[in-house]
Nanobody
Framework: QLLPVESGGGVVPSGGSLRLSCAAS????????IGWFRQAPGKEREAVVC????????YYADSVDGRFIISRDVSKTTIYLQMNDVKPDDTAVYSC?????????????????????WGPGTQVTVSS
């Protein structure tokens, strides 16, 4: 069963860096579309980064463009979210989600309804 698991969250000072990981045991995640989402207290969940590994297209939310980078490891079983120059507004629970690379068209389909498998999330807290 394709169930992603996130790791790497924690407390990081403003301006610092953090790398989140998303892994699904036994699956090559580059065969799918991957979304990183976040939900801050009292706010709706929002897409941070979406990448379709079939088309190669990537979407970054304006709020993180130039600071966050999505990548994968050589084995293709782990997807990373490198978070640089973090800000207090980046504080949230971050979740990775897996969707079909045949139906998720970047950037239009980066809504959470287009991703079917979700991890439990990892908390990121940016201290000011």
């Amino acid at each position: 069963q394709l169930l992603p698991v996130e790791s790497g969250g924690g407390v990081v000072p403003s301006g610092g860096s953090l790398r989140l990981s998303c892994a699904a045991s036994g699956f090559s995640l580059d065969r799918y579309a991957i979304g990183w989402f976040r939900q801050a207290p009292g706010k709706e969940r929002e897409a941070v980064v979406c990448k379709n590994y079939g088309s190669g297209h990537t979407y970054y939310a304006d709020s993180v463009d130039g600071r966050f980078i999505i990548s994968r490891d050589v084995s293709k079983t782990t997807i990373y979210l490198q978070m640089n120059d973090v800000k207090p507004d980046d504080t949230a629970v971050y979740s990775c989600a897996i969707g079909s690379r045949d139906t998720v068209v970047i950037p239009w389909d980066c809504g959470e309804g287009n991703f079917r498998s979700w991890g439990p999330g990892t908390q990121v807290t940016v201290s000011s």
